[in-house]
């Protein structure tokens, strides 16, 4: 351990990859809020409870990646490993519940202790949509269509694939639970420790395992859409109905699930294989169970959440860093000059640079390291006759352009 390096697990972003981070954020805003969906945020800690009832106490998440510590008061505090806990604790502890159907877009940091790797750190951020209050299928299929709107919008729709299944309604599940019980039950013997340990209490969290031998059982395991009711079938037939008539492709793969009991009907995820072993993109579903495990009032909810750090991964094309303009005085008499124009130009809407040391040559090299568009020469010739040499520096080119007209002609440089 070296107090110089960061923390396992986390990284700093330097500019280039966070102007990638940005326009995975800014655009993801941008359409959510085409569907209405507004931008909150919740602290990045809460009282570890908000987890450990919301997130089971079987779960990875609970059982193993939380960070958390007990402050002065002895209260026991959590940074947040996923923001949905935290979306519904806001809506008891803020009164929302009388003003459903609520919708919301976040996006911020997460914490969680697992093995770093490409696409897996344990500080990375999320996007995520939830819709409150809504028990249609039309709510799923709406948040289904607007994380799919949000990857055409960044390009990578075509590099993923929707996977979909549905998990049906309480109960529904719990014919499946006790189906799986029974055939789980039977072959003891071949299961890893975590999942004989998952048998009891939340035997769903089986199809989820990555153990080998788990992985060979859970092959041959009952399937959820066998123990579907008639109301779950529906729902989910609606769901696929409505995303046919947008034109939205999906799998249907009975293997996705989500282990734990508040989840119902609707499970998806959109996955790519173009990251490795990390190709969860976006992942969601219908939580109506949420907020009542919490101990708040019945209320429907369905969202999902995709990792920034994988989508920016995804993006194509860096987006290029502004092109901003230098302004080279030359000779200490134009320094006093070239300060109050490059804040005169700032204060245009320019984004402007100020050559602060050594010789014209060294000046002129840093303006091309920056990327400059353009230089703004200012030496004493130029001040004495109230003007400044513009000079292209993508063609080389150069002129000589009085200080009054200076903003209007640097416009088409912009
Ligand atoms: P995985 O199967 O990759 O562990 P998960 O099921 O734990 O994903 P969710 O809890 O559903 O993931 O989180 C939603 C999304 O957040 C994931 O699809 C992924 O893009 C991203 N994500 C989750 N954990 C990490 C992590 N440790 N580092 C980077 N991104 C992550
Ligand atoms: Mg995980």
Not at 187 to 200: C, I, K, N, V
Not at 257 to 284: K, S
């Amino acid at each position: 351990m070296s107090a110089l390096q960061p923390v396992r697990g986390t990284r700093d972003i330097l500019p280039e990859e966070m102007r990638r981070h940005r326009v995975v954020v800014e655009s993801a805003r941008a359409v959510a809020e085409r569907y209405g969906f507004l931008e909150m945020a919740t602290p990045v800690f809460e009282f570890s409870e908000v987890f450990k009832r919301t997130l089971g106490d079987t779960s990875d998440i609970v059982t193993k990646e939380m960070y958390t510590f007990k402050v002065h008061e002895g209260e026991e505090i959590t940074l947040r490993p996923e923001n949905t806990a935290g979306v519904a604790r806001a809506l008891m502890s803020g009164g929302l519940a009388q003003q459903l159907p609520l919708k919301y877009f976040y996006a911020g940091p997460m914490f969680r202790h697992e093995r770093p790797q490409k696409g897996r750190q344990r500080q990375f951020h999320q996007i995520g949509v939830e819709l409150l209050g809504v028990a249609q299928p039309l709510g799923d299929v709406e948040v289904i269509a607007l994380g799919a709107h949000i990857l055409q919008e960044l390009g990578v729709y075509d590099a993923t694939r929707l996977e979909l299944n549905t998990l049906g309604d309480p109960e529904s599940r719990r014919g499946y639970r006790a189906a799986l019980v029974e055939y789980f039950g039977d072959h003891l013997e071949a299961m890893s420790e975590d999942s004989r340990a998952r048998l009891e209490r939340n035997p769903l969290r089986i199809l989820d395992s990555k153990d080998e031998g788990d992985r060979r059982l859970v092959a041959d395991a009952p399937l959820f859409t066998d123990h579907l009711n008639a109301a779950s079938q529906d729902f989910f037939a609606e769901v696929c109905k409505e995303l046919d008539v947008l034109g939205i492709a999906y799998r249907l793969n009975p293997r996705l699930v989500r282990g734990l009991d508040y989840y119902t009907h609707t499970a998806f995820e959109f996955t790519t294989d173009r990251l490795g072993a990390q190709g969860a993109v976006m992942a969601g579903g219908r939580y109506d169970g949420l907020v009542e495990t919490m101990g708040g009032p019945p209320t429907p909810g369905v969202g999902w959440a995709a990792g920034v750090e994988r989508l920016a991964m995804l993006l194509q094309d860096a987006p290029a860093a502004p092109r901003p303009i230098a302004v080279i005085p030359i000779g200490s008499g134009a320094a006093t000059a070239a300060l109050e124009l490059t804040q005169r130009l700032r204060h245009a809407g320019f984004a402007a640079d100020l050559g602060y040391g050594g010789n014209p040559g060294k000046r002129m090299k840093r303006a091309n390291k920056i990327g400059a568009r353009v230089a703004v020469i200012l030496g004493e010739d130029e001040l004495a006759a109230n003007a400044a040499t513009l000079r292209d520096l993508d063609t080389g080119g150069q002129e000589r352009v009085s200080l009054d007209a200076l903003t209007e002609r640097l416009a088409r440089y912009r």
